[in-house]
RNA sequence: CGGGAAGUAGCUCAGCCAGGUUAGAGUGCACGGUUCGGGACCGUGAGGUCGCGAGUUCGAAUCUCGCCUUCCCGACCA
């Protein structure tokens, strides 16, 4: 079938090697996962997406609680006056801030911000409830809904409204924070490669890509199926800046006055766009096992004019129901009048790790089929003793897809000496690109212009470049920085 | 926010250039029947303020202007 056909075809969805932007936008919406809003850049996220972001948010809830955070809420509307002072957190946020100018028929007194981060609004209220070395650390999250008003949106990497978690923690020592940031980091790491499966490389910001008013800001960046980066979760460093600013202190053991070390950090929705543009196909979206809402789906192949055969599948099924019990998220697609092979394309196209067809021929023999979403690999297998392998089936697709998002992220990494090389190994194809880097910004801003689109993703927390000559002005650099086109 | 493309049934689109019966197709949807192990077939039926608003005209899906939304490419940014 060619292109001009496949397009013409409203079942279809365009190939990932023809257009990977429209494959990705194919795959959101025919797979149910959102769809847009009336009102620009926003997105609906309907039930199926919704249930996955649940279960990624189950997963990273249970972790912040692990490392001792309690979950708060804060409102959504902040005081313009609150907002403003510190000047470089104000100065990053002013362009993407929505305002609310009237309510209640009247013009308000003072705008207010539909948050775009709530750092201001925090450190305002911890100002009043931090007095003492003893109410410290202080670690809360919460999970909440951000406004930030930006020019291109992208269903889940890039919208005018989204939801995260976002973590705030004041500490007394500055080394302390420090450790918290790198926790909550190794938390993201954690999440990402073994719920998602999507393998991660953290580092630090350049000082041109941080948070506006951090220290410094650390993230995690993963590679997508077309070979361009995600930064899917970040962690800063806010030192004393804000805690200064909103004029925060505590009175330590000798009785002097001091400002707290504070970080935040936080998660997104986007990474639900980089679930899907690391694993998925064209066939559509390939879920890991555990965060994938539905994990096994059950096909009854019945015939109205067989009812011996319909009656015995229907225990089959029913068998396989009752001993699964709650050990897998397990759904049996009984709807009537759809043929079993549009039942698999809708599976297949929604991310179902694992398929069961049950039908009378191979249930004479004892045995159901069982196919693999991430690989399409098809067996028979025996009915009896079945539900009791799908928890370790799921846990195999699992690693295998994370080995294969790794095998991917290494064949598609280069080292790189210089200039002249960065150039080389983009030439062909998008990459993740590793060398010496003395994060001078002069030499961010020569490397940037020397691939088109590119950025510095990090510097790489896991490698180092031991005096290697920078590959923008040969001086010796202490960072071995990821260079990669961005989302 | 600049450049380009597009918006007609749930979806993919034709019709527009050269304005004129009741606006079409495929797919999807509902019902009936035959089917049923990879997106079946036959029949019947429902479904559209032609993105929104002005204007030109006896008459606008079609021409003009404005606006909105989406997609692509930039700039900007999580």
Redesign the pocket.
């Known amino acids: 079938m060619s292109a001009e056909q496949k397009?013409?075809?409203?079942?279809?969805?365009t190939p990932q090697s023809e257009?990977f932007?429209?494959w990705?936008?194919d795959t959101v919406l025919r797979a149910e996962l959102a769809d847009?809003a009336?009102?620009?850049?926003?997105m609906v996220i309907r039930p199926y997406g919704f249930a996955l972001w649940e279960n990624v948010q189950r997963a990273l809830d249970d972790m912040i609680k692990r490392t001792g955070h309690s979950n708060m809420y804060f409102p959504m509307f902040i005081p313009e006056s609150f907002f403003a002072k510190e000047a470089d957190h104000v100065e990053?946020f002013a362009?993407?801030v929505a305002w609310v100018t009237h309510g209640g028929g009247r013009e308000l007194e003072e705008r207010l911000a539909i948050r775009?981060t709530s750092e201001t609004i925090i450190c305002t209220l911890y100002r009043d409830w931090i007095h003492s070395w003893r109410d410290l650390p202080v670690k809360i999250n919460q999970w909440a809904n951000?406004c930030?008003w930006?020019?291109?949106?992208?269903?889940f990497?890039?919208?005018?409204e989204?939801l995260w978690q976002e973590g705030h923690t004041f500490h007394a020592t500055d080394e302390e924070a420090g450790g918290e940031v790198s926790e909550m980091l190794g938390c993201y790491r954690e999440l990402a490669e073994e719920w998602l499966a999507i393998p991660v490389i953290p580092g630090r910001k350049t000082e041109?890509?941080k948070?506006?008013g951090a220290r410094y800001t650390e993230s995690i960046e993963a590679m997508m199926a077309d070979g361009w980066a995600l930064?899917s979760g970040?962690s800063h460093h806010l030192a004393q800046n804000f805690t200064r600013a909103y004029d925060i202190t505590y009175s330590d053991r000798a009785n002097t006055l001091q400002h707290p070390f504070q970080t935040s950090w936080g998660l997104?929705t986007?990474i639900i766009g980089g679930v899907i543009m690391v694993h998925g196909d064209d066939?559509g979206l390939v879920l890991p096992p555990r965060v994938a809402p539905v994990q096994v789906v059950v096909v009854p192949?019945?015939?109205?004019?067989?009812p011996e055969g319909t009656a015995l599948v229907e225990d089959a099924v029913r068998r396989i129901q009752a001993e699964a019990g709650s050990s897998v998220r397990l759904r049996v697609d009984d709807r009537e009048?759809?043929?079993?092979?549009?039942k698999?394309?809708?599976w297949?196209?929604r991310g179902v790790p694992l398929?069961i067809?049950?039908?009378?021929?191979?249930?004479?023999g004892g045995q159901?089929?069982l196919?693999r979403r991430l690989d399409?690999e098809?067996r028979?297998t025996p009915l009896d003793g079945l539900a009791a392998q799908l928890p370790g089936l799921l846990e195999e697709t699992q690693h295998a897809l994370r080995a294969r998002a790794q095998q991917r992220l290494e064949e598609r990494s280069v080292d790189v000496a210089s200039l002249d090389e960065l150039v080389a190994a983009f030439a062909e194809r998008p990459v993740f690109a590793s060398g010496p880097f003395c994060n001078d910004p002069a030499c961010e801003v020569r490397i940037k212009a020397a691939v088109?689109?590119l950025t510095v993703r990090v510097l790489r927390a896991d490698r180092s470049a031991d005096g290697a000559p920078c590959l923008a002005c040969g001086k010796p650099a202490d960072h071995v920085a990821l260079f990669a086109r961005?989302?």
């Open positions: 397009r013409a075809d409203p079942k279809s969805i257009d932007d429209r990705y936008v847009y009336p009102v620009r850049g926003c990053g362009p993407e775009p951000m930030r930006e020019k291109r949106t992208r269903l990497l890039r919208t005018t989204f041109s890509e948070f506006a930064q970040t997104s986007r066939r192949i019945v015939r109205s004019n067989d009048g759809m043929r079993p092979g549009e698999y394309a809708e297949e196209l398929r067809v049950v039908g009378a021929k191979d249930l004479a159901v089929t196919v399409g098809q028979t088109h689109a961005a989302y």
